[in-house]
């Protein structure tokens, strides 16, 4: 992801952790418990078969959700700079 300048893989990966997201990034319980709320459930959850704790192992989960916050966070500010540019350029074209 690292080589997408463009951000052409934004609506991939979006699709992808929509469908997805319970596999890699855990329950939202838990990553609310993970991020300090304190509202987060213990034990199995409740989407996952009986005797199943977690389909990837959290670590992973944990590394995989760096990787996706750290992506949309650059993809935020590099989009929203771009936007400022070009919304800077326009009006200077306008006053022209």
């Known amino acids: 992801m690292t ?20 596999a890699y ?9 993970e991020q300090g709320s304190g509202h987060g459930a213990t034990g199995p959850s409740p989407d996952l078969p009986e ?4 389909l990837i192992p ?8 760096e990787m996706f ?3 949309f966070t650059t993809a935020s500010k590099t989009l929203v700079k771009g ?3 070009r919304q ?7 006053l022209i």
Do not use: I, M
């Open 51 to 54: 005797g199943v704790t977690e």
């Open 25 to 33: 990034l855990g329950s939202a319980e838990k990553a609310a418990d």
């Open 88 to 94: 800077f350029t326009c009006e200077e074209n306008w």
């Open 69 to 71: 916050v750290s992506y």
């Open 3 to 22: 080589g997408d300048a463009q951000y052409a893989n934004l609506p991939l990966l979006s699709t992808f952790l929509k469908h997805f997201n319970r």
């Open 58 to 65: 959290v670590g992973l989960q944990k590394e995989f959700r």
């Open 83 to 85: 936007h400022l540019v």
